[in-house]
């Protein structure tokens, strides 16, 4: 079991939960989140130094670097996921192995340029992507097979928003306590 204070380490904003109803502006929201996270990651990392991007957000959690890293990575699934959900009839999606991907070569580069590059071209990509779904294609969904459930798209906007200013608040947090965590 996770303790309180592990659990707060690890969820700094809590877990992602739908609302009973998702409305357009809740929607029009989670967007603008996803659009301004690359900024916002940019903003809180650009002038670390080589140790503060080896500091992690909690014990036997990423450090900085895999947490940008990753976000690239995720999401580059998460437009994948978008686009087969609008193009297939609820197609079933294709997991990843997160924590292994984290410990590849990219995912250790200290050099985030490249990673937030990506992300600025991934996020406009996406945005105009997600403002182009029409109302009757948000119901429109991808089948999860390591959940064994099925997302709908209006859900999984909040979910991917949810996840960017989760993982934000983890680099924060790693820069707060400096990596320790005592």
């Not at 992690?56 to 990423?62: F, H, K, L």
């Not at 071209?121 to 029409?134: N, T, V």
Request: one cysteine or more; charged letters at 25%.
């Amino acid at each position: 079991m996770i303790t309180d204070k592990l659990y707060a380490l690890k969820f700094p904003i809590g877990e992602f939960k739908t609302p009973e109803i998702i409305t357009s502006n809740q929607i029009e929201t989670w967007i603008e989140d996803i659009e301004r996270f690359p900024e916002e990651v940019e903003n809180t990392t650009k002038k670390l130094s080589q140790e503060e991007l080896n500091w992690v957000y909690r014990p036997n959690g990423w450090n900085i670097k895999q947490v940008v890293h990753h976000c690239a990575d995720s999401h580059m699934n998460s437009i994948i996921r978008f686009k087969l959900a609008l193009t297939e009839d609820s197609p079933t999606i294709r997991p990843y192995f997160e924590d292994r991907w984290a410990m590849l070569v990219d995912n250790n580069d200290n050099d985030l340029s490249s990673t937030l590059l990506l992300l600025k071209g991934l996020h406009a990509k996406l945005g105009k992507l997600l403002r182009s779904i029409k109302e009757s294609e948000l119901s429109s969904e991808f089948i999860h097979p390591e959940y064994g459930k099925r997302f709908r798209l209006d859900e999984t906007i909040g979910v991917y928003a949810w996840h960017g200013n989760h993982h934000l608040a983890h680099i924060k947090q790693a820069l707060k306590y400096k990596g320790k965590f005592i």
